[in-house]
């Protein structure tokens, strides 16, 4: 019989981790920059023929900050998947507000779901891990198994510099102006500089 499949703890760090893609189970219901902020950024404010387009630029915008940043910045539930208990050390989202559910599949090849009393969460900023707690230890999970990490990421409000980086990105698309130039481009990524992880 082969033994129970358990990966090699991380370092401290976590740059061994192993997350997978993560899917959005509850889309952002808030964004970080409003229609009516949008509307006063670009003068739109005395009519609303171009509401709609404001609104999917918003989103394009956030969407496009986000995956340049791998940060997220408007609060939304995601599922995101590891290889090993070991890769907690360093979650691949940020910044986690709260922990759904921890699920696994065991050696005998049932889907658990891993008791809240065995791990917490650390939200240290950009930086989030689940640990175990005092006494406790990882499960046991079948090989080449992933295990499901369910919760709610994302900021409840942006940092300003995020939400400027958002209304020039957006401008940009509505007015073909300042993101068509290079010193934009600069002022964007100047303004997103600090918010960027895993670069």
Not at 167 to 187: H, I, K, P, Q, V
Request: with cysteine.
């Amino acid at each position: 019989m082969n033994a129970p499949f358990r990966c090699q703890p991380q370092n401290v760090a976590g740059e061994n981790a192993m997350w997978y893609p993560a899917t959005v189970t509850v889309a952002a219901t808030d964004e970080p920059v409003s229609l009516v902020e949008a509307k006063r950024h670009v003068h739109a404010e005395d009519f609303t023929d171009d509401d709609a387009e404001l609104a999917l630029l918003i989103s394009s915008a956030r969407d496009h900050v986000e995956k340049y940043c791998n940060t997220r910045f408007a609060r939304q539930t995601v599922a995101v998947k590891c290889d090993c208990f070991g890769d907690m050390s360093r979650l691949s989202e940020a910044p986690v507000q709260s922990v759904t559910s921890i699920v696994y599949t065991d050696t005998d090849g049932a889907t658990q779901t891993l008791a809240t009393s065995v791990y917490e969460l650390r939200a240290d900023g950009l930086e989030s891990s689940i640990t175990l707690k005092y006494g406790q230890s990882w499960p046991a999970i079948q090989p080449k198994s992933r295990i499901t990490l369910t919760g709610v990421v994302g900021y409840a409000d942006a940092p300003p510099s995020v939400k400027h980086a958002i209304l020039l990105f957006l401008a940009g698309g509505y007015e073909m102006r300042e993101n068509a130039s290079a010193d934009a481009w600069t002022t964007f990524d100047c303004l997103l500089s600090n918010h960027r992880r895993g670069v």
